[in-house]
């Protein structure tokens, strides 16, 4: 699956069971996405948002929207005016039966000056136009602390909020009509964030912090994807910002700073068990466990999560089971290897993740 602005494209891609074979379509976004919209037990969810860059959500991307249709609108003036002077030049002008060789012009200096002034002030108004777009979008910096450090890795995305000390994966939780600024960074590659109806692209680089402004103004949860390639698994690191109300926003940091509650009943029981004898800890951290790995995604609150594999399936039971069993089954090439489990012990591990919310 391949995300490029309003783009789908789908290669027998089965979600909640259902299968889509549409190519260059958002007819199956429905059935793809309904696991953003309803949580595991079918209940509504915050709304699915459009992809669409021209569904602006925030100053920053209205600001990406507004200078389009400017240069749009100009572009096509300028279309229109050469095409119509050439075809008028190619009827008013057109040889005739009789006629001599055309008369030789060596120059008009008035219209010489009208067509060297008149693209000046174009090219000055695309100027003025896009360095007030670009102060909008991406004013200075200076003596502004991040509010979420984003840090890119193949293939998901890790969240970290200094302010609060949350950490957490794949899924950007924001508050709605607040100004907040994103520091980008990268683990290994480079990497792009871009959420289209949110505003503009920005690589995340090794060693070099980029950042951007985002001011989300309507609630809901809205894709992105990473928009430079960055290797096998490129078209399957999907981005999720949900953007919620303050009190919402306030009550989900709340809750993931408490520590989950310990695994009650025999399989998760079992599962937590698993999980520490396995190599799963030495990639994994959950909270006020022995598990303490950062090579992959935090844990602590993964029953939370909406999906799983940054977008590549929806978090249930069942395709938590599946992962865990084989993963490269779902994702091939990601850096997470096949523990060859039973099914019955990858259903033990994936009750208690399921637990830990």
Known sequence: MYWEGRVLISNNLQMHGKTCLVHNSTACAPALFDVLTEDTQGQPRMKLQDTSVFDANSPQARAILHLFYFDLAISAVIFLTVASLVLYAVIRFRQRPGEGEPFQDPGNPKLETLWTVIPALILLALLVATAYTMRVVNPPVIRSDPNVAVIAHQ?????????????????????????????????????????????????????HPNYLWLTPS?????????????????????????????????????????????????????????????TCMNCHTIADTKARGTVGPDLTHVGDRQTLGSGAIPNTLDQLTKWIMDP???????NMPSLKLTESQAHDIAVYLEALK
């Open 155 to 207: 293939w998901w995305w890790e969240y970290r909020y200094p302010h609060s000390g949350v950490l957490t994966a794949n899924e950007l939780h924001m508050p709605l009509g607040k100004k907040w600024l994103l520091r980008l960074e990268s683990a290994d590659v480079i990497h792009d964030f871009w959420v289209p109806g949110l505003g503009a692209k920005v690589d995340a680089i090794p060693g």
């Open 328 to 334: 490269q089954k779902i994702k091939p090439g990601c």
């Open 218 to 278: 309507k609630t809901g949860v809205y894709l992105g994807t990473c928009a430079e390639f960055c290797g096998e698994e490129h078209a399957l690191m999907g981005i999720r910002v949900i953007v919620q109300s303050s009190e919402e926003f306030e009550a989900w940091q709340q809750s993931q700073l408490r520590v989950p509650a310990k695994p009650t009943g025999v399989e998760a029981e079992r599962g937590a068990r698993l999980f520490e004898e396995r």
